[in-house]
């Protein structure tokens, strides 16, 4: 159990250029969830997967984000035409599907929208 | 809609000193709670949990017990040490489609201990 795991761990891009993420759940775990954590705030829900399907979106979740979880293993991110309110941590977690629903958070992809 | 409310930071203690951070929240229906905890530099861990009224979570010297009367999960330690310094974040699962167990959080506080 390597744990989860984000790429890049950091990304400064320009206002207008397109950023994707990439997320490696633990393998076993069905369950996949990107949250985005603002400065002094706490993480915040954007999309959750059950293997490959994408089931629930957050309002916060605006056209210019997709999600994808091709297989049912990694995930990406991708924002197009950032913003710099896009700046921001941007967190994902796996879990099992059955039992107790904890949740294992990656280190985060810290992204920077000049 | 489900969330929670934690108290403000920062918090600073000497170490050895007694340690609470309330939680309070607001759900339909009975929700898991949850204390993560973020060391600088790191990844949010989970420290503890509780999945039904008047359960106790305890790890590492720290419990929280789940009271549904006060809708509270507050986060004590009685000794805490300098590596205890760290940000806190209050949790609880809201339940959404698909089966989601998503996570709302509070707004974190920041503990510093001091030697």
């Known amino acids: 159990d390597t744990g989860v795991s984000q790429n890049p761990r950091h990304k400064i891009t320009k206002r207008g250029q397109n950023v994707t993420f990439r997320c490696d759940p633990i393998?076993?775990?069905?369950?996949l969830y990107w949250y985005r954590q603002t400065l002094g705030q706490g993480p915040e829900f954007l999309t959750y997967?059950?293997?490959?399907?994408?089931?629930?979106k957050s309002r916060l979740l605006s056209d210019r984000f997709s999600a994808e979880r091709p297989k049912g293993s990694f995930s990406t991110l991708e924002i197009q035409r950032t913003e710099q309110g896009d700046s921001a941590m941007y967190l994902c977690a796996s879990s099992l599907t059955q039992g107790t629903y904890e949740q294992y958070f990656g280190p985060g992809t810290r992204l920077t929208v000049t | 809609g489900n969330s929670v409310t934690q108290m403000e930071g920062p918090v600073t203690l000497s170490e050895e000193a007694f340690l609470t951070i309330n939680c309070t929240y607001t759900a339909t229906g009975y929700p898991s709670l949850f204390w993560y905890v973020q060391y600088p530099g790191e990844g949010l861990q989970l420290l503890l949990k509780a999945t039904k009224a008047d359960d106790k979570g305890s790890n590492k010297g720290f419990e929280a017990t789940y009271r549904k009367e006060t809708t509270s999960f507050h986060l004590e330690k009685g000794s805490v040490q300098v590596s205890d310094s760290a940000v806190y974040f209050c949790?609880?699962?809201?339940?959404?489609?698909?089966?989601?167990?998503?996570?709302?959080f509070g707004k974190g506080t920041k503990l510093t201990v001091n030697p």
């Open positions: 393998s076993e775990h069905n369950r």
């Open positions: 997967f059950q293997n490959e399907a994408q089931l629930e």
């Open positions: 949790a609880l699962s809201d339940r959404g489609q698909g089966g989601s167990e998503k996570l709302v």
